[in-house]
């Protein structure tokens, strides 16, 4: 078959630019001048041209993925990156929502007739939510307050005297304004009974009028997050709360701007269980003067001095009044929103990374594997799994407490590794894994067999989320019959086989390689989640005629229904023989063609080039090429010497620049390469299978199952993970753990510390450090965050029943206002 046939009869359709399929998407409801304006800051953030910008927003409104615009388009994206996409994807989201908040609230000035040019202008200037929300502070629609009641009373004329001259007596003032009216009821409306009242009054007026003022409460904001400081205190009567997870935050104090992201969302969830509580304030030095700073900047600000004059004293306690009853608490819970929300994005993103590292870790490949779910009183659950995954036999063996068939069980497996040729062991990572290794070691000495895959070998995997998978609707779909138990060792063997495959079928959040999962924005930790299994999946490509429904659901262009479309069909009408055979499937368009067609692979196909990652529209390019070099296709595809003699831009036309075709001839040297790195596994040392059997000094061989800010998680087999703290990853200065370690690998560490009461681990990967060495109290504090990380609020104990704070309340009200 020609290449030239592979193409839609229309071409001109399908070939079409996807900006000029976008022309014809419904367009945004924000207007011309704020969707320009949004090109704009995008471009100066992200540090591209305006045209790039539209380009890809253009793409987004229509549908198009960030796997397929970063892959295909890179002539009209100018070769933006993956990354640099999702930025502008997220950052999008952000800008559009401030717009469609500008135009609202210009909307609700305006309908209250108090809409100036000068107003509209600052509505205009302000560049983030916060910014805008202060503008409209004084506009915004609130329940009648103290200062309504003080103005219904006419008293504001009082507050404006008293403020633009201070050289009248306030008593005096505030005498003229004294009043009793009866209302029609009796009672008495707009009363002003004496002096104090009108003065109290005016303060409320004023305290109003200052607090709502934009430029002021910028000022002060910026103030306390340059100098404020974050302190936690242990709440009286809750120092043995949570075994002491928090001991670490019972008296602490840093730079509220300088605080990790992991001792945030410690501290926070200290406070929402009611076993710490916190302040935000300014150095003790600024905390003990006779005026308080930002007191005194309320003064300077509204023109206020003290200079003896009569009403000086008085308008100084209503700048004291405007800080501490109205400014304080407001902004301490704007700037602790700040830093959670800035802890939930580094923890999303923390969280984000490791899903990668994890999902494109290196696959095991076609082997026949043998899964155990270990287990004591219950049994361990053994599977055998075929090179394709396809489930084999299923049997559970006793060899542990209570029952202890060692020798039973032993036989059990020889048979099941006899009878299916098996070549790899895996084991779950849970209860009994180090047990169960043992007996898979024995195992291994009994097997003296070589298969064609060579000796058989053992690996323990990670088990997170297996039982999740379990007990879900798909595995009952996949094996009806099998008990959920045995559907685990199931997993266990698949993801050995192929992690990325086997993963993809358990929400990302159950997976477990984050930090204070429970605590973050669920919404934007799944939906940043999504777009990392997205990436990962399109960035190695799909099997379609081996793939499973939730795999294909991943894939650029396809959701549930497609993929369950796409194997009903497969299954009635045998494996896709060519790619666009994919558009006989129900309800898959051109246009899902499009977004789908080059992360799908058909690896004996018709056309060669479907095994590829060439997009079947860019199939008349290799046609070009094949024509000048004279050669068929087979002679072609994976010919790297033949390849690299050829110009790229001696193929570009009007649709494929020099992007593209580079992309082209590089799949063409390696067609469906795979960007994973080759298989290795670590080897748990003989003998240390328990916390008690670690010493000072050992170095051993682990996994990194986790990766923090504050370091990385290894597994070195004794059932409790090892912290590398960050200090201890590298001979030299590491700010982020992520440039050393992810998920998955295998290092060599070296045992600092193992404190046995605590039940943790001190690790280095210098294996030239001293062992034993002291460790300072902020390093300790990031061992202690573990024990905070791993818990849930759904596991934790309940919140304090005493009433909340002032603070805690606002805190609370805003988030709660956040998440709706």
Partial sequence: MSLRAMVPADEATFGKSVIDQMAASPVSSLSDAAAQHIVQVLAAELKILPHQVSSTVAMLDGGATVPFIARYRKEATGNLDDTTLRNLDERLIYLRELEARRAAILTSIEEQGKLTDALRAAVGAADTKQALEDVYLPYKPKRRTKADIAREAGLEPLADSLLADPTRNPLEEAAKYVRVTSGTDGADAGAVPDAKAALEGARDIL???FAETAELLAKLRARLWEEGRLSSAVVPGKELAEEEKFRDYYASSEPIKNVPSHRALAMFRGWHLGVLKLELTLDETAEAMAIH?????IATHVGIAERGRPADAWLMEVCRWTWKVKVHLQLTTELLLRVREAA?????????????????????????????DPGIRTGCKVAVVDATGKLLETSTIYPHQPRNDWQGSLATLRQLVDRHQVHLIAIGN????????????????????????????????????????????????EFPSLDVSLRGAVSIARRLQDPLAELVKIEPK??????????????????SLDATVEDCVNAVGVDVNTASVPLLARVSGLNQTLAKNIVEYRDAHGAFRDRRALCNVPRLGEKTFEQAAGFLRINDGDNPLDRSAVHPEAYPVVERILTQLGKPMQELMGQRSLLQGLSAADF???????????????????PGRDPRPIFKTAVFKDGVEALSDLQPGMILEGVVTNVAAFGAFVDVGVHQDGLVHVSALANRFVKDPHEVVKAGQVVKVKVLEIDSKRQRISLTMRLDEASAVPRSPRETSHQASKAVMSGSRSGSAAPSAQPMGALAQALARAKAKQAG
Avoid at 652 to 670: A, C, N, Q, W
């Fill in 510 to 527: 159950s997976i477990g390689v984050g930090q204070y999962q429970h605590d973050v924005n669920q919404r934007a930790l799944a939906r």
């Fill in 430 to 477: 849970g209860t009994a894994s180090r047990e169960t290794d043992k007996l898979a070691a024995e195992l291994m000495k009994l097997s003296t067999e070589t298969t064609s895959e060579g000796r058989l070998a053992k690996i323990v995997v990670s088990e997170a989320g297996a039982s999740v998978y379990s007990a879900s609707a798909l595995a009952a779909a």
């Fill in 652 to 670: 570009i036309d009007e649709r494929f620049g020099l992007p593209t075709v580079r992309d082209i001839l590089v799949e063409l040297e390696k």
């Fill in 293 to 297: 700073p930002c007191t005194a900047m």
């Fill in 207 to 209: 305290m109003q009028r």
């Fill in 344 to 372: 939930e994005t580094e923890a999303i993103h923390v969280f984000a990374r490791n899903l990668h590292d994890l999902l494109l870790a290196a696959p095991a490949g076609p082997k026949v594997v043998l899964g155990i």
